[in-house]
Structures are given as structure tokens and as C-alpha cells.
């Protein structure tokens, strides 16, 4: 009746050592003592655990854990023309950190970024695995900009080179593109900018479906705009976001949501019951059925036994909505 | 007319030897006592290289510390130590979860400043773990309010506050590194610093970095304390101009070396960050020190930029005829 999904990144260690392989692998690549190769082997390994405990964990549409990113806005910008990655800055008020993208020139693309890493994700999950972007207006936001000097034409030549990679997805086979942009939750005056690097990215994306996801926030006075944006579903954090769940009573929604009611940087365990309770209470007011249930964010913030520990929680959700509706 | 005094943030590198033995006592392979003696011995070395170059206001160098906020977790009743959580790269933490009422076990650091200030006649820091960085990095599956753990960490960290001062603690400091994650928390930031530090009678300082300092500027008057210990190098020194307009009424402690670069400032570099501070604090009122606390450099890195930090303040010193 409601499917479950997650946002994308996840935990690439645990505390057991067979888990903590990659950790090994990257301190061994560091020392020089063994190859970019090998090291993309165990980064692969690791992918595919983290798929195998997404499909046991009965979760519908999965990421590959962007096993590989160093982080959510340089893995990304380092292989566009005209970025240079620079040293740490602090993400949100995640207490984790980014290397900083530098532009120093006009951006455009330049080489696939994702399409083998998602390939492969498919080539070993069940389930359908989606394929997630950092959107053009937060690595915008989150860049140090010595080009273009304006927020808007960089977000603009951002998208266009975005655009470029979902059509490489998308004839590889990708059916889903989540776009993330959560710098909407501290700066929803910029709304617009969003929807135009979303336009261009739309214009590129085929016959597959587009996610908008805003997270680390609320969106509640934007929401009546944000559902109209053009995308097929709007991706939404109901954690720290909680303020956007009246918006959602209030104003319901004709497009699909992703419905982040499981707190993805708490450890703390939700009841399924009270989630699908919540999940239940939108039955008049949003498409259950074409919607998902998901972490509010990237479950990368939680120690990874507690991360499977949530995907099991929403998939238990999700089947007492079933049951209920 | 006195000014100029040196100090330090907090954390030193850990030597070597110190290093392998955590790893050791991590698998069982070393006692606790083992352990312990080594996190003295390296405390020892660091007092006495501080005193050696004349560090004027020491710190503990934090060498039995692995994470600021676990360290003290540990120490306080209702808490657990999760699994492993990045923070970038390759580089991974155990945080604090929050499971039931917290309470002080007992004294936290306080034994450690005992032992410190039994190595030195200088006046060693006593030093906290803020309450706000406590519950921003932390999981709370117990009072599910972010002002609510907050404040019971901060009523905690009062009663460690006092223990320190009727230690002999003449100043104490307390390190709130996550200060500027929410700004919209800041008053209550403010309310819980306020807590720990309601009543004492050493001097308190306050210490954060990496800070986009632009939106809290106007919160530094309001904070409850007697120095404001702040990153200015790694910032570029943007915030000068942003002093000369708008007066710093307490003392600040001005960071002066980058603690993330390798790059060992030379003396003159230093020399000239130091002359730009006193265009706008009086010398009495400013203290050098490095931008934060210096444990991820090595032992050598750290120990060349505390010798020309401290070789840089006594040039500035001389020059200005400050005593
Ligand atoms: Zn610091």
C-alpha cells in the first residue's frame, strides 16, 4: 500500500572487523601498499553488502550507499570542468565535514560521475536501485565560488551539467533520479533557482521517474510551491522537517511524497506502529499508494548496526499501512 | 603594563609510544594501570615542554581524551558509547547516546588538572566539554528536547566546574566547538554556558572554531563568560574589521597559528598576525594562542608552532615594551 525507500548515503563501516574491511583498504591505500584497483574492489564489496541488507531489509527502491563518495558535494564537482577540490568545511549542523568544491572557471560536464557505480549497484540488487544527485543549487550554496561571482548563473551551468549525467543514467537504465537539494531548508527564498535547475534537469531525464528530496529541515512555508515544482515526487525530512507535516494536513498533495517519518540521526528506535499511525493519518490527503515511507535523511549518521536496524523499522511501517488501509 | 600571555586551546598530539598503547588497551592487550601510566608520562612531557619554552597559561594537552564529548560521556551516569560514526574521510568516532536522567558520576577531569598543576607553578586551565556541544553530539533517546538535554548536561558540568575551582583551578574553560551549528539555539546556548560557569570565581573562558562567526558576532557580548578563546587565522583575520566597528567588551584569547595545515607559521608571519590584534584589543586584554586544539598535527609539527608562537608574542612584547 506505501513502499519504502531511503535517501542515500549509508553507513560504510561497522564494529565488527569483517565490516570494517573498507576502512582497512582505504588506511592501506593511503600507505601506498595497495592499488586504486583494489581499493575500488572492497569499495564494491561493500556496496554490495549494503545492498544485500537494503533487500533483506525489505526496503522497495534502494541506493548503493554512496559507498564511494568522500562526500555529498565533492564526489560530484571533482569530475565537472573547472572545479578543484579544497580542504574541509563543516556540512550543515551534521558535526561531518565536506571538501569544499572551488570554481574557478566555466562549469560543464566533462565524463560520466555515477553511471558505472549505479550499473553495478543494479547489476546486484532485487530490488530497483535509484540513482542520487546532489542538486545544482546546493553545490551552488556550498561551493566557493571565484567565477562566476553570482549564485544563479553557477546554479544554472551546474544543472546543465547535472542534466548531461541523469541522460548518461537514464540510457543506462535508471528509472529513478532523486535530485537532493537541502539547502532549501535554510534558504527556501530560493526556491526558484531550484525550480530552474530542476526544468533543465527534467528536460533530460526520459521516460524516469524525478525525485526533488529537502532535508536537515522544515519546508512548510514553501510547501505549497515545492509540490509544484516539476518533478513526479517531493522527498521530505518529517523529523527534524516536523514543522512541514501540517503543511502536508493542511494542503495535501496530488504529486507522490517520500515521507521521512524515521529519524535517520537518532539512534533512538521508533514504534512501526505509531509511524504507520502518522502515515495513516495523510490517507485523505496524499496518494498512499504511488508514495514512499523513508529515513528522513541519509542513514550515514548512524552507527550501522542501528541503521539496519531503522530500514527494518520502516519496512515493519510500511506493512502495518498495508494492513491498516 | 602586562600583556600578550600565551596559552593553548587544549589538546596536544599524542606521542607515539602513547598511540600504540591505546591500541593495545583497545584489544585487552594493556591494563587499564599500563594505560594510565603512559597518559601520565605524556602529560608530564607536555607540561614540561610548555614550561620549558614558556608557555605562560598551560593546558593538560588532553592525552587521555580520545573524543572531547566521549571522554565525558563515559564519566556521566545515563549515557552509552554508540557504534562508529564517520566524520570524513576515512576518519570515524564513537558519540554519546543518552539513554536515561544524566547525572555526574563523580569528578570528570579533575584529576587530570590536579595532576597537571602538580607538574607547574603557571596557572593550568581547567577544562570542559561544553554542555550545548555535549547534546548537539550526542543521540538522545532519553529526553527527546534538545534544550532539555542541554540543560542536564550543563547542571553536570556546573557541579564539575566547582570541583575544578576547589581544585585550585584559576581559570576555567569551557569548549563549545559546536557554538555555531544552529543559530537559531544560540540563546540557548548562552542560557546553558551560563549554568556551568553561574558563580565561580575563576576567570571562565569560552573557546569555539570553526565558526561561520558572521551570524554569531553579536552573541560574543552576550556570552556568559570572561574570554572569548576564538579561531582567527584559519578565518583569514576577517573578523578585525568586525571588532574595530563593533568592541569586544571581555578578553579574548586570539588564535594565531592554523591547526589543520601542516605549514609551520615562521615567526615573522605570526609576528604580524599579533601587531594586526593590537590595533584593536588592548594587550592586556589579548592572549595568543593556536586556532584550536593542536592533536592532529604530529608531536613535532605542534611543538615548532607553540616555539614560534610563543618566540613571536615575546618579539611583539619587547617591541611594545610590554613586560
Ligand atoms: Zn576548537
Known amino acids: 500500500m506505501v513502499r519504502t525507500t531511503v535517501v542515500g548515503n549509508y553507513p560504510r563501516i561497522g564494529d565488527t572487523f569483517d565490516e570494517q574491511s573498507l576502512r582497512r583498504a582505504i588506511a592501506r591505500f593511503d600507505k601506498g601498499e595497495i592499488s586504486a584497483a583494489e581499493l575500488g574492489d572492497a569499495e564494491r564489496e561493500v556496496v554490495k553488502a549494503v545492498l544485500r541488507e537494503q533487500n533483506d531489509g525489505g526496503i522497495n527502491l534502494v541506493t548503493d550507499g554512496q559507498i564511494s563518495w568522500y562526500d555529498s558535494q565533492s564526489h560530484i564537482a571533482r569530475r565537472l570542468a573547472s572545479v578543484e577540490i579544497n580542504g574541509l568545511a563543516r556540512y550543515f549542523d551534521t558535526n561531518t565535514y ?221 506493512r502495518k499501512v498495508g494492513v491498516a488501509a | 603594563m602586562t600583556g600578550l600571555l600565551t596559552t593553548s586551546v587544549g589538546s596536544f598530539p599524542k606521542p607515539e609510544y602513547l598511540q600504540r598503547a591505546r591500541t593495545k588497551a583497545s584489544k585487552g592487550e594493556l591494563s587499564e594501570e599500563g594505560l594510565r601510566a603512559l597518559e601520565e608520562k605524556a602529560t608530564a612531557e607536555w607540561i614540561h615542554f610548555q614550561e620549558e619554552i614558556g608557555i605562560d597559561i598551560p593546558v593538560d594537552g588532553e592525552q587521555y581524551r580520545g573524543d572531547m564529548a566521549t571522554y565525558f560521556a563515559e564519566n556521566i551516569d545515563g549515557t552509552e558509547i554508540s557504534g562508529l560514526v564517520r566524520s570524513y574521510g576515512n576518519r570515524y568516532y564513537k558519540k554519546p547516546i543518552i539513554v536515561d536522567e544524566l547525572r555526574r558520576k563523580g569528578p570528570i577531569s579533575v584529576d587530570w588538572f590536579k595532576f597537571a598543576q602538580a607538574r607547574t607553578k603557571r596557572p593550568v586551565k581547567g577544562m570542559i566539554t561544553g554542555p550545548y556541544t555535549m547534546m548537539d553530539w550526542s543521540f538522545d533517546e532519553f529526553y527527546g528536547s534538545r534544550e532539555e538535554a542541554c540543560l542536564a548536561f550543563a547542571k553536570l558540568l556546573h557541579e564539575e566546574a566547582l570541583s575544578l575551582e576547589a581544585a585550585g583551578a584559576k581559570i576555567v574553560q569551557v569548549d563549545e566547538p559546536a557554538l555555531s551549528t544552529r543559530f537559531d539555539e544560540l540563546p540557548l546556548l548562552v542560557k546553558a554556558v551560563g549554568t556551568v560557569t553561574k558563580g565561580l570565581r575563576a576567570k571562565t573562558i569560552l573557546h569555539t572554531c570553526y565558526g561561520s562567526y558572521d551570524e554569531i558576532f553579536e552573541f560574543f557580548n552576550k556570552l556568559p563568560v570572561d574570554q572569548l578563546d576564538l579561531e582567527m587565522s584559519n578565518s583569514g583575520l576577517d573578523l578585525l574589521d568586525r571588532f574595530k566597528r563593533e568592541p569586544l567588551k571581555k578578553e579574548i584569547a586570539f588564535g594565531v597559528v592554523d591547526v589543520h595545515s601542516h605549514v609551520v607559521e615562521p615567526e615573522s608571519l605570526i609576528r604580524e598576525r599579533i601587531e594586526k590584534a593590537l590595533t584593536i584589543f588592548e594587550p592586556e586584554k589579548l592572549y595568543i594562542d593556536p586556532d584550536c586544539g593542536l592533536k592532529t598535527r604530529s608531536v613535532e609539527e605542534a611543538q615548532a608552532k607553540l616555539r614560534n608562537m610563543v618566540a613571536a608574542a615575546r618579539a611583539v612584547r619587547e617591541a611594545h615594551r610590554l613586560t
Open chain 1, 98 to 318: 565536506y571538501r569544499q568544491p572551488v570554481v574557478h572557471g566555466a562549469i560543464a560536464w566533462k565524463e560520466p560521475i555515477l553511471v558505472d557505480e549505479w550499473k553495478f549497484a543494479q547489476a546486484n540488487s532485487k530490488a530497483a536501485v535509484k540513482a542520487v544527485l546532489t542538486g545544482p543549487l546546493t553545490l551552488a550554496s556550498l561551493a566557493l565560488d571565484k567565477h562566476y561571482r553570482k549564485k544563479k548563473p553557477l546554479a544554472v551551468d551546474l544543472a546543465n551539467a547535472l542534466g548531461e549525467e541523469v541522460s548518461g543514467l537514464v540510457r543506462a537504465g535508471a528509472a529513478h533520479i532523486q535530485i537532493d537539494e537541502p539547502i532549501l531548508t535554510r534558504h527556501p527564498e530560493d526556491l526558484p533557482l531550484a525550480v530552474e535547475g530542476l526544468e533543465r534537469i527534467r528536460a533530460r531525464k526520459g521516460a524516469a521517474a524525478l525525485t526533488l528530496f529537502t532535508y536537515f529541515g522544515e519546508v512548510s512555508k514553501i510547501f505549497e510551491e515545492l509540490i509544484e515544482t516539476p518533478v513526479d515526487a517531493i522527498g521530505l525530512d518529517l523529523v527534524q522537517g516536523a514543522a512541514t507535516w501540517s503543511a502536508i494536513a493542511k494542503h495535501g498533495s496530488e504529486k507522490p511524497l517520500v515521507l521521512g517519518l524515521v529519524d535517520a540521526r537518532n539512534t533512538k528506535k521508533e514504534d512501526p506502529a505509531e509511524v504507520a499511525k502518522k502515515v495513516l493519518g495523510l490517507k485523505d490527503r496524499i496518494n498512499l499508494k504511488a508514495s514512499f515511507l523513508s529515513p528522513s535523511n541519509g542513514l550515514e549518521f548512524l552507527p550501522r548496526e542501528r541503521a539496519r536496524e531503522k530500514l527494518r523499522i520502516l519496512s515493519a511501517a510500511a
